[in-house]
């Protein structure tokens, strides 16, 4: 059973991470990469990307 619990929790905070990199202001490319990180190596790729992911959108008004 925690196991079950701890891959949902990875899997939302890998699908919050894909989100807000394809949301981000970064080229295609650089979103491309972090995508395939990410589901290649979910829990690490998801660490790499809360430390050096691309950040939110740049310039964008509310």
Known sequence: ???GIIGLI???ANIYA?????T???STGAKLLWTLLILV???IGF???FFAGPRGAAGRTA
């Open 1 to 3: 059973m925690e196991y």
């Open 10 to 12: 990875v899997l939302i």
């Open 18 to 22: 894909l989100v807000k990199t394809w």
């Open 24 to 26: 981000s202001a970064a």
């Open 41 to 43: 190596l979910p829990v």
């Open 47 to 49: 660490i790499i990307w």
